[in-house]
């Protein structure tokens, strides 16, 4: 958070709101806040909530399951700074959570919060939410899937890449469970899901991007610190799921299993994180309406926030 501190603005990180600028008038207002992993997302959303009297909602598919927090690199009560935080810890880590059960709650919270702050890294959540994705209504079909989970997911991610090529540059290509869904998908509709024309909550979306300089270096120092806490969290979990939950989880197991000595661990994580954090670019490079600010620049980005939302 030191990062975003404004050394002629001390007081901004007290409870001064300037709620009015946000008035949703005839169409309510949503910030969101975007950018790759470890790149300071969190800080600044709550001195934005603090400063305008928002609340903030999490838009990340990890973040939903209880219990998984310093491997997802979840915001601590501590920092939340009194800050009214949503979809965090909602759903039980040994079951699957969708981007429909996301969307389903996220509208819930949208339309009871009078000034939103939308904040995460999963571009697929933040886009169907906006109503930039209709989601596909394709029903499990086990005869595939039984097929489809047979083969590695290397097979399973070549596969994907060949027929849709737009969704394997963002999709995790070592989560079965995922890769799976999508072939599915792709074998029913045989394209990507159809842009919606609209989003069904009416509302004004406003797009703000963090992106920081020296991001591998940020990612690295921070994958240390939280070493301890990951291995903690990933003794809770079977091998199978830590492997759906991929990253973190995925490496810690293997580590755990005695499969990867500590130095391969650390350093195949911290390569994953690096990819993951290039899909993220990818998938948020395709959305023209975010404004992007380095991770220091918190006076430009008030700025901003504060006349983009003023507009209609």
Known sequence: MAELVDAHDSKSCGVIHESSILSPGTMKKVLVIVGPTASGKS???VRLAKKFGGEIISADSRQVYKGLN????KIMKKEMGSV??????????RRQFSVSDYKKLAEKKLAKIDYPIVVGGTGFYIDTLAGKFTLPEVPPNKALRKRLEKLSAEKLFAMLKKKDAKRAETIDRHNKV???RALE?????????????SSKLQAKFVYIGLKPK????RIYQRLLKRIPGILRETKKLSPKRAYEL?????FASLYLQKKLSKEEFIEKLYTAIRQYARRQMTWFKRNKSIKWFRSDEFRKVEKYAKVALKGD
Do not use: C, F, M, S
């Open 84 to 93: 009214p935080h949503h979809l965090l810890d909602v759903a039980n880590p």
């Open 178 to 180: 995922r890769l799976v």
């Open 43 to 45: 800080d600044l959303a």
């Open 185 to 197: 998908i792709v074998n029913a509709l045989g394209k990507v899901p159809p842009q919606a024309t």
């Open 70 to 73: 310093i491997g997802t690199g």
């Open 214 to 217: 020296n991001l591998d270096k």
């Open 246 to 250: 991929g990253l973190e989880y995925r």
